[in-house]
């Protein structure tokens, strides 16, 4: 394991965090000037505040990977170029090289997505499609340097399937599925003011103490220092992003932001092999997804704009709703409300001529329906608790729970 | 050489080209929507014409190439998978994968920087820092597969400096450099209906008849094969462009083309191994640059546009003006005027209160200086065509010039 490299991508990161937080505030005219500002509406004064500042969060995290680049190499005695004659060295490792180049093309790729849909509002078919694309060179990586496409099976299984099964060209599905899936995850938990940074910041710290475990555990050395080569460079942009970006939020992150973050996730997660632990660490972006898919899917009517309420006179969130019949849904729809009604999981309003009120379904209405009205710094402060409970339980899962269901052969 | 991998890549271009030409006028309202539009000041009813489309064009190349990457290693006997184990591919060719990767993510990295100067407005020290970031990835990729920085010598040096010198560093700087001046340089030499796209589909046909000549004689088979593999997508791409930008221009290109187009040349030049014959297609380009640098760098007063003058009753172009007093200029200001007035390489004419009237140093005033008013499409034409001349003496200078100063050892 090369300490110098992680110690030279810490000190990058420092200065790429300094850097930031020195321009975040120089740039706001340039955003304003070029149209990119937005209204905060959970203020009283509903404030303009310039948005995308993904876009500089993601430039500042490519110069530093750019000029961090030859690192790891300088350290790695097979890179050593020939002293004798000053050619090119013979036994480069490409291969760990290449998988360096191809996650910031990946990453370049979705930053670049990002804000063009920022820009120019993209269609939802678009944001399905490009993370797709943006994840190809990544799954190429993955086929030329490592094709492991088998999965461990749990105990209770081998029975049935022995101790692993090779699923082939799903495997591939699986990782295209895991881009898409993280760069929308963050974007539809959100809202309400440092709530994208908030769980992105959880999320890489979470990731950073799985690969100091590993590390320390001597597991996968290789994997998971890639991994931090990545996180915290991600973690240091983030945090200087999040002093502006908190309550009350001076900038707004914008889609660029959520992609970014999402494409990050998912690089190294699918290069540094713990694709299903990363997953654990998204267990609020899941279930806010389940959640929504009755809106998302149009099985219940879904209102432009799903953000909670905000009730000037009292400064809180309440719930924001949507309205239907009944009879209006379809048959899959009315199953949907009913059993979401039975587990008390939505509010429930009737009125007199027979419409129904609920909230809308997203996990910070969810919260706002348990514990009432909430100051919106409250509501972020409380989604990142949640998220930071599902790391507990996430790194629960991975050690002592999973050394209870997966027997290591050794 | 895998001449079905280039027939592929002539496929998916083609299918781009398809793609492109029906996108680009349905997303007009897009980019009318975004604020991303601009009034063309040469017509008679100075239409709204929407801006930066170069983005659009950036992203089919990306997905071409993306779609591209396996297969010219599906054609490499190197790169088949073990089909016994189904494991990793053992003696796959990553040296030649990590070139085609990093050359990508230098070009996406610079279509990204260009999209967000057209919409951020960046100020010139980005403009050059930038694409000198984008680069560090390819310079890379170049030192560790390569890392040859022998110039050759011609015969009339040798007695001086040997058969060819090691110039080390500076051949990386070159590089660098070549790399900031092909992304500034189409951009200078712009501002009438499709010059930008007209000159770039020139400079790249002269780059795919110099690859296809040198892959006859057998010269470096696997560098002009890369080159095509980037340049017929863009080639595609662009002409579909050209179909829109063409005079009278239904949509503007913008920035980002200009660096996408100028980081693409760089790429084939610089991992193709013939920058210096590519400097040669880029002589209009380093005519005006030289010819600029007087008011570039503020020597001669420079106006905030420095495009030709349009007279709405004939529609025909004229020079636009810069106005100084010889004592207000600096001596080497004094120096400059002098010199290109003695040569009459720029209007001139002397006010009464000793005044002086010239044309603003540009390639298109040059020629509307040296041929009188002429219709936009004429002055688009007439540079299109000086740029096709530029080729054939490249050819003619690369050729049978180039044998006659520089003896091949065999």
Redesign the interface.
């Given at each position: 394991m090369s300490t110098t490299a992680i110690a030279i991508i810490g000190s990058i990161s420092v200065g790429a965090y300094l850097m930031t937080v020195r321009m975040i505030p120089r740039l706001r005219e340039?955003?304003i000037?070029?149209?990119?500002c937005g209204r905060d509406l959970c203020k009283k004064d509903k404030p303009q505040v310039p948005e995308s500042y993904g876009?500089i969060i993601g430039?500042v995290f490519?110069?530093s990977m750019?000029?961090f680049?030859?690192i790891p190499?300088a350290f790695d005695k097979d890179?050593a170029?020939d002293a004798v004659t000053?050619?090119?060295?013979v036994t480069?490792p490409?291969?760990k090289?290449?998988e360096l180049?191809?996650a910031?093309?990946s990453i370049?790729?979705m930053?670049?997505?990002g804000?063009?849909d920022d820009?120019?509002?993209l269609r939802w078919r678009h944001k399905l499609l490009l993370p797709t694309?943006?994840t190809?060179?990544l799954l190429?990586?993955y086929?030329?340097?490592?094709?492991?496409t088998t999965v461990m099976m749990p105990n209770f299984a081998r029975g049935l399937f022995g101790t692993s099964v090779?699923i082939g060209i799903f495997y591939y599905i699986f990782m295209g599925s895991l881009a898409v899936f993280c760069t929308n995850a963050i974007n539809i938990l959100a809202g309400i003011n440092g709530l994208e940074v908030g769980q992105s910041i959880i999320i890489a710290g979470s990731v950073l103490v799985f690969n100091l475990m590993e590390l320390s555990l001597g597991h996968q050395v290789e994997s998971h220092q890639f991994s931090l080569y990545f996180m915290i460079p991600f973690f240091a942009t983030s945090l200087a992003l999040w002093k502006f970006n908190r309550y009350p939020s001076q900038v707004f992150v914008g889609d660029t932001y959520c992609y970014f973050a999402g494409m990050s996730f998912a690089v190294v997660g699918i290069l540094g092999h713990f694709s299903k632990t990363l997953l654990l660490f998204f267990l609020p972006q899941i279930l806010n997804f389940l959640y929504s898919t009755p809106q998302l899917f149009h099985f219940v009517p879904c209102p432009r704009h799903r953000l909670p309420k905000y009730d000037a006179k009292t400064d809180l969130l309440h719930i924001s709703t949507t309205e239907f019949r009944l009879n209006e849904l379809g048959s899959l729809g009315r199953l949907m409300v009913k059993v979401l009604r039975t587990f008390r999981l939505i509010s429930w309003q009737e009125q007199p001529d027979g419409r129904i009120i609920t909230n809308n379904f997203t996990l910070i209405n969810f919260v706002l329906f348990i514990f009432g009205p909430v100051h919106e710094r409250i509501a972020t402060q409380m989604l990142m608790s949640f998220q930071l409970l599902c790391t507990l339980l996430a790194l629960f899962i991975r050690y002592p729970l999973a050394n209870y269901f997966y027997t290591l052969e050794t």
């Open positions: 340039m955003f000037k070029a149209n990119l876009v430039c490519l110069i750019f000029l680049i030859p190499f890179a170029t000053g050619g090119k060295p480069f490409h291969d090289f290449v180049i191809a910031l093309l370049c790729c930053i670049f997505l804000f063009a820009v120019l509002d694309i943006a190809l060179p190429m990586v086929y030329v340097n490592y094709n492991s090779n």
